[in-house]
């Protein structure tokens, strides 16, 4: 679903809360510059450190910049970051981040990434909607309505793709969920 973003090549990416995801990689294998925010030290040192990549970091007030070609990653608090942080970004890839947050985060959340991100930047959203009350998240469940709600005063919202995948991720099903649907927003 990423080509639905229409991305010139080198168009610079941002994925927050990152942790070690290798979307990173393919992100920069697609030609993207991409910058990620994460919190916490051990998963910014251990994507590098696991994908034998040399970063070299600096202080940038509270966080540190890890960077290397292609990749930059801000280990600090994404509600820290700022517009001139993530300038020049055109799109946001959330594949884990909106469902990683309990609801009460959520609201605060989207109306932050609203406020740095720039205008016409566009977002490829990934969710998960299942009976909350079967598991405890993160991931959380994140209902359409909800997504329509957070996003939909200041962008359109578009879903892609939804699709029952309890079949296909077995550690869900393994935690005694009934119904597993992923859908795929673009905002």
């Known amino acids: 679903f990423w080509p639905a973003l229409n991305l010139a090549p080198g168009s610079r990416?941002?994925?927050?809360?990152c942790g070690k995801s290798q979307d990173m990689l393919w992100l920069r294998a697609q030609d993207h510059e991409v910058v990620g925010v994460e919190i916490s030290p051990l998963a910014v040192e251990a994507?590098?450190?696991e994908n034998g990549l040399q970063a070299s970091a600096t202080k940038h007030g509270t966080a540190s910049i890890y960077q290397t070609e292609g990749?930059?990653?801000?280990?600090?608090?994404?509600?820290?970051?700022?517009?001139?942080?993530?300038?020049?970004?055109s799109a946001v890839f959330d594949r884990a981040?909106?469902?990683a947050l309990p609801p009460s985060m959520r609201s605060a959340?989207?109306?932050?990434?609203?406020n740095i991100l720039a205008s016409g930047a566009k977002t490829l959203l990934?969710?998960?909607?299942?009976?909350?009350?079967?598991?405890?998240?993160p991931p959380f469940s994140v209902k359409e309505p909800e997504v329509r709600a957070l996003y939909?005063?200041?962008?359109?919202?578009?879903?892609?793709?939804?699709?029952d995948i309890l079949n296909k991720e077995t550690r869900f099903r393994d935690k005694g969920i009934t119904q597993l649907q992923e859908n795929i927003f673009l905002v």
């Open 13 to 17: 990416v941002f994925v927050p809360l």
């Open 47 to 49: 994507f590098f450190a």
């Open 71 to 89: 990749l930059r990653l801000y280990c600090g608090d994404f509600f820290q970051m700022t517009a001139e942080d993530i300038a020049g970004v």
């Open 97 to 99: 981040s909106l469902i």
């Open 109 to 114: 959340y989207a109306a932050h990434m609203q």
């Open 126 to 137: 990934v969710t998960f909607d299942y009976p909350q009350h079967e598991m405890q998240g």
């Open 152 to 163: 939909g005063k200041t962008s359109e919202v578009s879903l892609l793709h939804s699709a």
